[in-house]
């Protein structure tokens, strides 16, 4: 009987535990970084949103040969892309977890009918503990996102 039990292939009980420990530790370690990924990929949508809109805004003057004005909010981070000679909204967003940090631009943004922005700047904008600085560039009126 001793030889049956000697040829048997298994785990004893201090290696099982020391796998329990290494996978606990490992887990622990995921657990603790799932919310602060999941706030950066929410800041990097909202950001998304935001360029998209003002790219929007700039498309729009150019193929509607017409201003667009982009009025932001300093309160809160809201703002909408309003198209001048028809009053017409064509996009809004409002977002209570961000904030506005700073702003160089003269208010409101506008876009010329050559979808050119009539001024350059930028935005400090805050999503819980995510900085981003948004740049709209006066020549090109290239966006450009970066995470500060």
């Known amino acids: ?69 982009v009025h932001f909010h300093q309160s809160n981070l809201s703002y909408q892309v309003i198209v001048k000679n028809k009053d017409r909204v064509i996009a809004s967003y409002q977002n209570k977890n961000g904030s506005i940090q700073q702003s160089t631009f003269q208010q409101p943004i506008h876009f010329n009918v050559n979808g050119n922005p009539s001024s350059g700047g930028s935005l400090i904008l805050q999503f819980g503990s995510q900085t981003y600085k948004l740049t709209v560039y006066l020549g090109s009126g290239r966006i450009h996102v970066q995470k500060q």
Do not use: W
């Open 1 to 69: 009987m001793n030889k049956l039990v000697s040829q048997e292939k298994g785990f004893t009980l201090i290696e099982q535990l020391m796998i329990l420990l290494v996978l606990s530790i490992l887990l622990s370690i995921i657990v603790g970084k799932v919310p602060s990924i999941l706030e950066s990929a929410e800041a990097k949508k909202q950001m998304n949103v935001i360029k998209q809109d003002l790219q929007l805004a700039s498309y729009t003057a150019f193929i509607e040969k017409t201003g667009v004005d």
